[in-house]
């Protein structure tokens, strides 16, 4: 709605899987975005949640040009600017399928490299790709074993994956416990995912403990969507028992 744009799809179109081509119509118009696009102003109150979601939309159309034009190092900047759009507005749908794309052709850049797979990997999960998020923070593990953020990616995926029997609660703890370790404590986004680690276990009482913890630093960090996150998770946490009283 807050772009005049319209889309129609001839009928030998449709036989495209339905993905594929909504990544390649988002993708389109994210490369226009530079041209026509770009001039075209709001009139009157920006909304709260706009800036944001132009300023990621501006980096995936950048990310896009850079990898297509096969600059002397467009693709290592590409992946900062897709990294920094999942930052700045991680939930715009538009913005999750070009990054995907351009993550996609900066892997073929970067074959050796890490940042990509992460990065695409962080991007299928918020896109609800489960099994492809595993497989790709998996290659990145292999090449930085030690990585916190691929680390705790691997955990939430076990934690919560869509499939109940896709579920590993003790692979996530794992994970997520060694992610914690090596940021010491200091990144939100490992303590989330120990949070989702210990609710898949069945221990809602260290779950809310490592969110609560997780809470504080999301806030401090400005990441407010991801605190929105924490606070969701500990509201959707089973209350604690009431302990007995001793007679």
Do not use: C
Request: no cysteine; hydrophobic share 45%.
């Amino acid at each position: 709605l807050e772009h005049p744009v319209l889309e129609f799809f001839s009928p030998r179109a449709y036989a495209v899987a339905p993905p594929l081509r909504s990544e390649r119509n988002l993708a389109d118009l994210l490369r226009d975005r530079g041209g026509a696009l770009a001039s075209v102003t709001w009139n009157g109150p920006v909304p709260a949640a706009m800036p944001a979601g132009q300023r990621a939309l501006g980096a995936v159309a950048e990310a896009l040009r850079l990898v297509e034009t096969e600059q002397p190092g467009g693709a290592s900047r590409a992946v900062e600017l897709l990294d920094e759009s999942r930052r700045l507005a991680p939930g715009n749908r538009v913005a999750q399928y070009g990054a995907a794309i351009a993550y996609r052709r900066a892997l073929e850049s970067l074959p050796t490299d890490a940042a990509p797979r992460r990065g695409l990997a962080w991007t299928l999960l918020l896109m609800g790709r489960h099994d492809q998020a595993l497989e790709r923070f998996r290659e990145a593990l292999l090449l930085e074993p030690d990585d916190p953020a691929s680390l705790s990616g691997m955990a939430t995926v076990l934690a919560s994956h869509l499939n109940p029997a896709k579920r590993d609660p003790g692979g996530a703890l794992r994970a997520a416990r060694r992610a914690v370790e090596l940021t010491g404590g200091s990144d939100p986004r490992p303590l989330v995912a120990l949070a989702d680690a210990h609710a898949s276990s069945g221990r809602f009482d260290l779950a809310a403990a490592a969110a609560q913890a997780a809470l504080p630093l999301a806030e401090a960090l400005g990441q407010k969507e991801l605190a929105g996150e924490i606070r969701k998770r500990l509201a959707a946490l089973p209350a604690p028992a009431p302990t007995p009283s001793v007679p």
